[in-house]
Each structure stands twice: as structure tokens, then as C-alpha cells.
């Protein structure tokens, strides 16, 4: 059974840090596609970060520069340093799993070819 438990949110002022974590169970993240998600309230999910088995990552526009994703192949976890925080980038944050590349024309893969998701952790960001 496949189980992604992200924790490390919270509430943090504008231009301040959070490291989320994702520990991994019964599935190797160093294996796949490996991303975070965000849903902020009324919005559709958007993808933030990507990170394939090569190690390679990709960022939406909106968080390049600012957010760095990660995984302890040793630990099967997978990290997200957010720096420079902005009241924008308050919602949940998922991390999710597929099989494959990240291989996309956008710079993380649709939610939909996800197979594995975790239960999302709350970051708010206060101005």
C-alpha cells in the first residue's frame, strides 16, 4: 500500500521560509515522477515543482527562483524549501507520485497522471 505523508506547513509572514517534507511508503520516489501541487480556496490545482528519476526539475513560473524541490533518496522523502513566501502562495500543498517521466509540455505533469497522492499539508502566508 502506497502512502505520501507531507507535513512541514504552517503560518509564516510575507518574505519568510518553509521546508515541507513528503515520506514516501511502499513506493520509491527516486523511481518516477515525483511533484508538489497547490490548491488554493476556488482554485484548481496547479502543479508547482517536478523532480524525475535523473534528478532533473522543473518549476511553474510562478515559484522559479523562490521554491526548490528535493528528495533523500536514502530517506525516500521529498522537500520543498519555499523562500521569499508571498500571500500568493497560500494554499494546500499536495505531493504526488507517477510512473514515468515528467516528461510535459508544461512544467509539471497534469494532475490527472498522478497515481498517488498524499493528504496535503496548509501553508498560509500572511502580508
Known amino acids: 500500500q502506497v502512502q505520501l505523508v507531507e507535513s512541514g506547513g504552517g503560518s509564516v509572514q510575507a518574505g519568510g521560509s518553509l521546508r515541507l517534507s513528503c515520506a514516501a511508503s511502499g513506493y520509491t520516489i527516486r523511481s518516477g515522477c515525483m511533484s508538489w501541487f497547490r490548491q488554493a480556496t476556488g482554485k484548481e490545482r496547479e502543479g508547482v515543482a517536478a523532480?524525475?528519476?535523473?534528478?532533473?526539475?522543473n518549476y511553474a513560473e510562478s515559484v522559479k527562483g523562490r521554491f526548490t524541490i528535493s528528495r533523500d533518496n536514502a530517506k525516500n522523502t521529498l522537500d520543498l524549501q519555499m523562500n521569499s513566501l508571498k500571500p500568493e502562495d497560500t494554499a494546500m500543498y499536495y505531493c504526488a507520485a507517477k510512473g514515468g517521466s515528467c516528461r510535459t509540455p508544461y512544467a509539471v505533469p497534469g494532475s490527472s497522471l498522478y497515481n498517488y497522492w498524499g493528504q496535503g499539508t496548509q501553508v498560509t502566508v500572511s502580508s
Open positions: 523532480i524525475d528519476s535523473a534528478g532533473t526539475t
